[in-house]
T-cell receptor, first 117, second 116 residues
C-alpha cells in the first residue's frame, strides 16, 4: 500500500508566480490535511478537506491561498503571487475517516519544499 | 484553543540508554487524542505512537512508550535502548475528537541526538 505521495518534492518560484502543490492520499483514505512548516518550527495546520468539500480552513491565510480535493485526482494546494515569506515545507497528511480502526490517525507525505526567490 | 508545549528544545543521550521527552498540553476537553511524530533528517514525518485520552493504559510500540497523566495534562515519550536511527526531531501533537478527524496541533519539537 503506497503511502501519501506529494509532488513536486522541491519547487522554486520567483516572487509573483503561482505555486501548485499536489497530494495523493493513501489508498482508501478520504480525508486530506495540509500543514506548513517554517524553518526550525513545528507544523501549523492550514486546511482539512474531504472529497469535493472543505471541512476546516481556519489555518489558511485569507488571501492568495486555496485548496481543493476534487472527486477525481489529487488534492491541490495553490498559492498565487508567492512572496518570500511563503518559503516553507508544505506537508500533506491523510486519514481513513470514521468507521475504521484508528480512522483519525494522520499519515504524512514527504513534503514539498517551496523556495521563493 | 489547545496548546502543546515541549520544554526541551534539544537533548542528547548515549546509544543504548533510555531517554524521556516531555510534553504538556492545555485543553478543556475530556476526550481527545495525543500523538508523537518523529522527523529525521530526511524531513519525513513518521508516526511513533498514539494515545486515546479515555484509555488509562499507556500506549507502547516496541522501544517507545508513553507516560500519559491526564490530570496533569502531561504526555511524555520514553525511548528505551536508544539507537542511532532515533536521532531526529520529535513532535508532540494534540487532536480534539468530538467527531474525530480533527486538525493536529503540534508542539515546537525536541531535537534528539543519539551519541555513538
Amino acid at each position: 500500500n503506497a503511502g501519501v505521495m506529494q509532488n513536486p518534492r522541491h519547487l522554486v518560484r520567483r516572487r509573483g508566480q503561482e505555486a501548485r502543490l499536489r497530494c495523493s492520499p493513501m489508498k482508501g483514505h478520504s480525508h486530506v490535511y495540509w500543514y506548513r512548516q517554517l524553518p526550525e518550527e513545528g507544523l501549523k495546520f492550514m486546511v482539512y478537506l474531504q472529497k469535493e468539500n472543505i471541512i476546516d480552513e481556519s489555518g489558511m491565510p485569507k488571501e492568495r491561498f486555496s485548496a481543493e480535493f476534487p472527486k477525481e485526482g489529487p488534492s491541490i494546494l495553490r498559492i498565487q503571487q508567492v512572496v518570500r515569506g511563503d518559503s516553507a515545507a508544505y506537508f500533506c497528511a491523510s486519514s481513513p475517516g470514521p468507521g475504521t480502526t484508528h480512522g483519525d490517525t494522520q499519515y504524512f507525505g514527504p513534503g514539498t519544499r517551496l523556495t521563493v526567490l | 484553543a489547545q496548546t502543546v508545549t515541549q520544554s526541551q528544545p534539544e537533548m542528547s543521550v548515549q546509544e543504548a540508554e533510555t531517554v524521556t521527552l516531555s510534553c504538556t498540553y492545555d485543553t478543556s476537553e475530556n476526550n481527545y487524542y495525543l500523538f508523537w511524530y518523529k522527523q529525521p533528517p530526511s524531513r519525513q514525518m513518521i508516526l511513533v505512537i498514539r494515545q486515546e485520552a479515555y484509555k488509562q493504559q499507556n500506549a507502547t510500540e516496541n522501544r517507545f512508550s508513553v507516560n500519559f497523566q491526564k490530570a496533569a495534562k502531561s504526555f511524555s515519550l520514553k525511548i528505551s535502548d536508544s539507537q542511532l536511527g532515533d536521532t531526529a526531531m520529535y513532535f508532540c501533537a494534540f487532536m480534539s475528537s468530538p467527531g474525530g478527524n480533527e486538525k493536529l496541533t503540534f508542539g515546537t519539537g525536541t531535537r534528539l541526538t543519539i551519541i555513538p
